[in-house]
C-alpha cells in the first residue's frame, strides 16, 4: 500500500489546519496587540531568572602517605662504588630526582657517580648539572616543613656516615608528627621517626639537607566536588 | 513588512530597557542583602586610642633547631676516606643528547662566593638561619679534575629568609651575569624560599602531532605560559616511569594528550583529552581560567558550608573529562591566608595582585553580551518565533 507523498502541499495544507487552531486561541485569549505584549515580555524576561546551581563538595581521600610517594618500584638501592665506597648520597639523589620527574637526569646521575660525598661536592656536582637547589647545614626544621609543604622532600643527613631521602613529614591518627625516610640501604618502605627526636637525630648527624627546585610531581587527582 | 520591522524594532528597544532596568534592581537588591550579612566582618569605626597603643606582649620562642654536630656536616657520607676526584666521569650535561637540563642562568644582587677551601661564603647577619641557593655555572667543559670543577662564578645568589643583606654581599670579580628565562621556582633575593603552589597542572603528551601543538600552546601562548607558570608543572609521556607508576590508571594511553589540571592537593578542577581540546590555545586558557574560578567558587562554598561531604570520593576520568559545572562567579574576592584557604596563583607582577582567578574574573568583566550560550539560545528562539508568528498572523 501506497503512502501519502508528504511534500510542500501537506505542510501546507497542515500550516493552515495550525493557523485556524491559533486564530480560535486567539479568539479565546485576546486580540493580536495582547499576544505581542505577551511575546514582549517574555522576551524581557528571558535570561533574567538564573538557574540556581548548588555545588556539592565531595570528601578529600586522606592524604598521601609519605608526602613525596615515591612509588616502590622506583626506589633506588645503594651500590658500591669504583672505589669500594658506599653511593648513599648519590642514590638519595637519585630518588629524589625521580620523585621530581627529572628521570633523564637521575638516569645519567647513577649512571655517573658513586662512592662516598660530601655537602660541598654533592653541591658542586648540582652545579655542574645547572640545577638549582636550596640547602641548609644547620638543621633547621623549618627547612624540612618547607620541603613537605611543597611536596618537594629532600636528601638529608641521616644516620652515621649515611644520606637518606626526606618524604615529608606525616601525621598520625593521634596528631603525633613522623618523618618519612627513604633509605637507599632499605628500599621499598619507607622509615617514620617521631619529629622531635627525628630533628636531634638530623643535627647530631650534620644537619644538612638540600633540595633541587623542581617542581614536584603532579598529585593524585580526586573529584572534589559536583554539581547536584 | 516594514510594520513587522518597526513592531520588532520596538520590542528589541523595549527588552533592552526593562533588562537593564531588571538587572539594576537585581544587583541593587543583591548587593544590599549581601552588605548587610558582612556588616559583622568589617572593622569597628571607634577603636580607642588606649587599645591601639598597647604592645602585644610576646611569647617565649620555642627553641626551632638544636645544635648541630658541624663535624658531620662535611664528611665524607658512606665512606672512611676523603673524596678524590669525585668529578671524575663521563657526566656531560651540556652535550648529552639524552634529555635537556633545567639550564638556567639569572643575576641577583646579593652573591655568595666559594671560598678556596670549598665553603660558601655568605654575607649574613645570621648565618646559622640561612638557607643558600646557588647556582654556579661553570665555564668550561665538565668534567674535570676537582680544582677545575670549581667553577668560575658567572652568577651567584644568596638566599637567607629575612637576613639577606646585599650591600654587605661580596660580589664576584668574574665577568657579568648572562641573563637568561629564569626557573620560576627561584627564590627571589630577599624573600622567602619559593611558597608551595597552589594549582598543579599535568600534559600528558605522546608523539602525536596534536601532543606537538599541544606543548607549543604553553610555549607561545601568554595566557597559557602565565598559567604554566603559576602551578607546578609537570608533563608525563606514555613511558615515563613515574606516569606508569602512579597516573597510567587514572588518565590511561588512549587519552593522550591531555591537559589536567588540580588543586595542589589533587583536588580536580578541569581536565581535557584528545577529543575534548579545544582547537585554539586561546580556547583552552580560557576554559583553564574559567574552571579555575569555578574550582575556587566551589572550595569558597564548601568552606561556607562545612565540609558538607556526602559520599566517598573517586576520580573518573571518562566523566570528568568534560565536567560541566556552573557557578555564579563572586565579585567579592577575599584575601585568606588560613590553612583552609583556597589556594591563590601569585601576582604574575610586582605591581599589582593579578592572579589567574582575577584574570578570570576580568574576562567576564570584559564580556559584551551578559548572557550564557543557554540564554542566547533562548533570545534566539523566542525572536525566531515571534518573528514566524507575526508572520503567520499577517498572512
Not at chain 1, 591518627?173 to 638530623?202: K, S, V
Not at chain 2, 639550564?103 to 640561612?130: E, H, M, T, W
Request: charge should be neutral.
Amino acid at each position: 500500500m501506497l503512502q501519502k507523498p508528504i511534500g510542500p502541499l501537506y505542510f501546507q495544507r497542515n500550516l493552515k489546519v495550525l493557523r485556524r487552531a491559533w486564530l480560535a486561541f486567539l479568539d479565546r485569549v485576546g486580540d493580536v496587540n495582547s499576544l505581542r505584549l505577551f511575546v514582549l515580555a517574555a522576551l524581557c524576561l528571558a535570561g533574567c531568572i538564573d538557574q540556581p546551581v548548588s555545588v556539592k563538595p565531595l570528601p578529600a581521600p586522606s592524604p598521601e602517605v609519605p608526602v613525596c610517594n615515591l612509588p616502590a618500584e622506583l626506589h633506588q638501592r645503594n651500590k658500591l662504588g669504583p672505589k669500594g665506597q658506599g653511593s648513599c648520597v648519590h642514590a638519595s639523589t637519585v630518588n629524589h630526582l625521580r620523585w621530581l620527574n627529572k628521570y633523564d637526569l637521575a638516569a645519567r646521575w647513577w649512571e655517573t657517580y658513586g662512592d662516598g660525598e660530601t655537602a660541598s661536592g654533592i653541591r658542586s656536582k648540582l652545579d655542574a648539572a645547572k640545577a638549582d637547589f636550596v640547602y641548609t647545614e644547620n638543621a633547621d626544621p623549618t627547612f624540612l616543613d618547607w620541603a613537605s609543604r611543597t611536596r618537594r622532600g629532600a636528601i638529608i643527613w641521616w644516620k652515621a656516615s649515611h644520606c637518606c631521602t626526606f618524604e615529608g613529614f606525616v601525621k598520625d591518627e593521634n596528631g603525633r608528627e613522623f618523618a618519612a625516610i627513604l633509605d637507599n640501604n632499605n628500599p621499598g618502605r619507607f622509615e617514620y621517626t617521631e619529629r622531635e627526636q627525628f630533628i636531634r637525630g638530623w643535627a647530631g648527624f650534620g644537619g644538612f639537607a638540600l633540595t633541587v627546585l623542581e617542581d614536584p610531581p603532579s598529585p593524585l587527582p580526586w573529584l572534589s566536588y559536583e554539581v547536584q | 513588512m516594514n510594520k513587522i520591522s518597526i513592531d520588532i524594532t520596538f520590542g528589541l528597544i523595549c527588552l533592552v530597557v526593562v533588562h537593564a532596568i531588571a538587572i539594576g534592581i537585581t544587583q541593587a537588591t543583591v548587593e544590599t542583602k549581601f552588605a548587610q550579612s558582612q556588616s559583622h566582618l568589617a572593622p569597628p569605626v571607634n577603636i580607642p586610642r588606649a587599645d591601639l597603643e598597647k604592645t602585644i606582649e610576646k611569647l617565649p620562642q620555642p627553641l626551632t633547631a638544636p645544635p648541630v654536630n658541624r663535624a658531620a656536616t662535611e664528611e665524607v657520607k658512606q665512606a672512611g676516606g676523603t673524596c678524590i676526584n669525585c668529578n671524575e666521569g663521563a657526566f656531560d650535561p651540556v652535550s648529552s643528547p639524552i634529555g635537556e637540563f633545567n639550564a638556567v642562568a639569572k643575576s641577583f644582587n646579593a652573591a655568595i662566593v666559594r671560598q678556596s677551601d670549598g665553603s660558601y661564603y655568605c654575607s649574613l647577619r645570621d648565618p646559622a638561619s640561612v638557607w643558600v641557593s646557588t647556582r654556579l655555572r661553570s665555564t668550561h667543559a665538565f668534567p674535570g679534575p676537582l680544582e677545575n670543577a670549581a667553577p668560575r662564578i658567572q652568577a651567584e645568589m644568596v638566599q637567607g629568609v629575612l637576613y639577606a643583606t646585599p650591600e654587605v654581599a661580596k660580589t664576584p670579580s668574574s665577568p657579568s651575569p648572562s641573563l637568561a628565562p629564569g626557573n620560576p621556582n627561584r627564590p627571589a633575593v630577599g624573600g622567602s624560599l619559593p611558597k608551595a603552589k597552589g594549582f598543579d597542572l599535568a600534559l600528558y603528551l605522546d608523539g602525536s602531532p596534536r601532543s606537538k601543538e599541544l606543548k607549543r600552546w604553553f610555549e607561545t601562548n601568554e595566557d597559557l605560559i602565565f598559567i604554566k607558570s603559576n602551578c607546578n608543572y609537570q608533563e608525563y609521556t606514555p613511558d615515563n616511569p613515574l606516569y606508569k607508576t602512579r597516573f597510567a590508571s587514572v588518565v590511561g594511553v588512549h587519552n593522550f594528550p591531555a591537559v589536567v589540571l588540580t588543586f595542589a592537593d589533587g583536588g580536580h578542577i578541569h581536565a581535557a583529552a584528545e577529543g575534548m581540546l579545544p582547537s585554539t590555545a586561546a580556547t583552552l586558557a580560557g576554559d583553564l581560567f574559567y574552571y579555575a574560578n569555578l574550582g575556587r567558587e566551589a572550595k569558597e562554598r564548601a568552606r561556607e558550608t562545612g565540609s558538607g561531604v556526602l559520599k566517598t570520593s573517586s576520580y573518573n576520568w571518562d566523566k570528568l573529562i568534560s565536567p560541566q559545572m556552573r557557578l555564579e562567579a563572586s565579585e567579592s574576592p577575599e584575601e585568606c591566608n588560613g590553612p583552609n584557604c583556597t589556594p591563590r596563583f601569585p601576582s604574575a607582577s610586582s605591581d599589582h595582585a593579578e592572579s589567574l582567578l582575577d584574570r578570570a574574573r576580568a574576562r567576564q568583566k570584559e564580556a559584551v553580551l551578559w548572557a550564557n550560550p543557554g540564554e542566547v539560545l533562548v533570545f534566539a528562539l523566542i525572536a525566531v518565533a515571534g518573528f514566524l508568528l507575526f508572520r503567520l498572523m499577517r498572512s
